[in-house]
């Protein structure tokens, strides 16, 4: 009888997943699953097996909150100590009590949002994805599309049981310091900075960085290219031709960074799997770990 019930709750989720998913696939997304609309949303807060993760400061995150909602800040998976030793975000051990902690286990849906600047929640749902975690979305717009539209919140931080979570790192999706070095060269390679175009040239330096430039060649993709009103994420179209712009096609090997390496690269990595732009990964380490060494070459 638990079994029939548990295959019913699936089968429910599983539907109301893919109502939401029609919105998305209407801006001609080749993977619509990896977002979810606050319409969907909103019918999902409550279900069994369903996890909504806040992504934004704790502060932020008591003020208000979806209800229901856990809080998972986005720099607490982007540990340097981790991304500097074999690229990974964080080490498993960490993942593995962050996520259990937040009630994730394999069969939790996962929900990801933050207040509605888009980072954040790449930057988590990245991590999830990283560790092996399939079922995870992003909700979006975020909090300020979900707020626009009048919908609950709360200051009611919910009672979470505990659960296993078992990190299976994917070290395909991300590039290391190592790499970075022997490819920079190379023509079959292309690196985006997602940064600020005042941090691509050096003139912001921002705390964390050692210097202000770029890598030797990368070309510049501000992370907000890929967003619409409301920080929702443009068409497949738009996207497409962000892209285009800058050389890259669906057989570029791209490899994006930012600061942390969570967040603002992630966003852009999401957008391109968005659109079935599989071929990119994430240079985890980033600008703080490539401007910490002088010996790094660097442009302006």
Known sequence: MVTMVKRFVAAALGVLLLIGASAARAEGYARPELLVETEQLAKLLGQPNVRVVD???????????????????????????????NGHPLSEAEAEKIFGEAGIDAGTQVVVYDGGEGPFASGVWFALDFFGHKQVRVLNGGFRKWL??????????????????????????????????????????????????????????????????????????????????LATFKSAEQIEAVLKQRGITKATKVVTYCQTGIGRSTDMALAMKLIGWDNVVEYTGSWEEWSSDPRLPIEK
């Open 55 to 85: 992504t934004v400061d704790p502060a932020s995150y008591q003020r208000a909150h979806i209800p229901g909602a856990v809080n998972v800040f986005y720099l607490d998976v982007a540990k340097l100590e981790a991304r500097k030793k």
């Open 148 to 229: 626009k539209e009048g919908r609950p919140v709360t200051q009611d931080a919910p009672t979470v049981e505990k659960k296993k979570f078992a990190a299976k790192p994917g070290p395909e999706k991300v590039a290391t310091r190592d790499w970075i070095e022997k490819n920079l060269r190379n023509k079959e390679v292309v690196f985006v900075d997602t940064r600020s175009f005042n941090e691509y040239i050096g003139k912001d330096v921002r705390p964390g960085a050692s210097r202000g430039g770029h890598l030797p060649g990368a070309v510049h993709i501000e992370w907000t290219k890929f967003s619409d009103k």
